[in-house]
């Protein structure tokens, strides 16, 4: 756990880092029933049910990319499970040789603390 994680009051945090989309589906569905906040290129959403994300990493990523699925699981002071999801898909071969390419995109996935009625 770093610092900065036990200033701001999170707890069980792990970090993975996966090829491929397989480990940001399996975090989302996880947390069914919860809303998700998605920053990408051109994509700014707010309050998107899980379903709706399943669907969005499914369908509307392109195949064409290779994606590199970074997930962060956390639990913050009232003890609420949260999940930060970084994904990166570069086009060619800017991955490996470690370069700038303007095609490449990253989605932050992020849950929202869960609203209380």
């Known amino acids: 756990m770093f610092s900065l994680d036990r200033l701001r009051g999170r707890t069980s ?5 996966s ?3 397989a480990g940001a589906l399996d975090t989302v569905a996880a947390f069914k029933g919860r809303h998700f906040k998605v920053r990408g290129r051109g994509i700014r ?8 994300v399943i669907r969005f990493i ?3 990523l392109p195949d064409y990319y290779t994606y590199v699925t970074r ?3 956390y ?6 499970r949260h999940a930060r999801l970084e994904i990166h898909g570069s086009m060619g071969l800017s991955r490996q040789m ?3 390419n ?3 995109v990253t989605f932050t996935i992020r849950t929202e603390p869960p609203r209380s009625a």
Do not use: I
């Open 75 to 80: 639990a913050d002071r009232r003890g609420v």
């Open 102 to 104: 303007p095609f490449d």
């Open 13 to 17: 945090v792990t970090c993975a880092e």
């Open 19 to 21: 090829q491929g989309l």
């Open 58 to 60: 499914r369908e509307e």
């Open 98 to 100: 470690n370069r700038y």
């Open 45 to 52: 959403a707010s309050r998107v049910p899980d379903e709706e």
């Open 71 to 73: 997930v962060e699981t």
